[in-house]
């Protein structure tokens, strides 16, 4: 298997790049993620690959990180979730808020995702809660601010777990202070 590229950068075609190793040009499809990240053509550059074949092709997925290729690895084993959709599914999302949709269960960010609808963004949530989120985003690491991130601390300390404490957290208003929110969480999660 290929599972790592390093060569030169001859061709940038979104969502394509093509990648000389030796004399062997690749043509591997990238997430925009990886691809803004990409050094300019004729430049050095080093992409981590899945390869995928098919009774028809023989195809070539390459990543800048290790998490987007944990992530790409862990879409396309969804029910539904082909590359080309994983692909399109980390390019409008990232690795970082598909792991915070996950953990914290919210289908509305995945239905923004061109080419996802909701039964797909459902299925997603189910087939992957536990796999992505849990290994790749925790709440603590998506507390939107200081306030929050204090928070969610308190809500921890208090010995809620960190699905009860990012649910409350979700519910509260953004620009809520520390002790209002404490208290506002506290409510929500005595009901």
């Known amino acids: 298997m290929i599972g790592k590229l390093t060569g ?4 940038k075609n979104p969502p394509e ?3 000389d190793c030796h ?3 690749y043509e591997v499809q990238v997430p925009m993620s990886t691809f803004y990240n990409l050094p300019g053509l004729g430049e050095k550059v080093s992409l981590l690959t899945q390869f995928i074949v098919r009774e028809d092709a023989q195809l070539l997925y390459g990543f800048g990180t290790v998490a987007e290729r944990a992530a790409f690895r862990e879409l396309i084993k ?3 979730v082909g590359p080309r959709m994983a692909l399109g599914i980390l390019s409008g999302l990232g690795v970082a ?3 915070q949709a ?3 269960q919210e289908t509305g960010r995945l239905v923004k995702v061109p080419g996802i609808g909701k039964k797909t963004a459902e299925r997603l949530l189910l087939e992957l809660k536990g796999k992505l ?3 790749m985003g925790n709440a603590h690491a998506h507390a939107t601010s200081a306030a929050q991130a204090d928070i969610l601390q308190a809500l921890l300390a208090l010995g809620y777990n960190d699905k009860e404490a990012a649910a409350a957290l979700k519910a509260l208003p953004t620009d809520v202070g520390v002790s209002e929110g404490i208290k506002l969480a506290l409510r929500a999660l005595a009901r």
């Open 97 to 99: 808020d598909l792991a």
């Open 8 to 11: 030169t950068l001859l061709e």
């Open 133 to 135: 989120g849990a290994d």
């Open 78 to 80: 969804v029910t539904g």
């Open 17 to 19: 790049v093509l990648v």
């Open 23 to 25: 004399g062997v040009g």
């Open 102 to 104: 996950i953990t914290l």
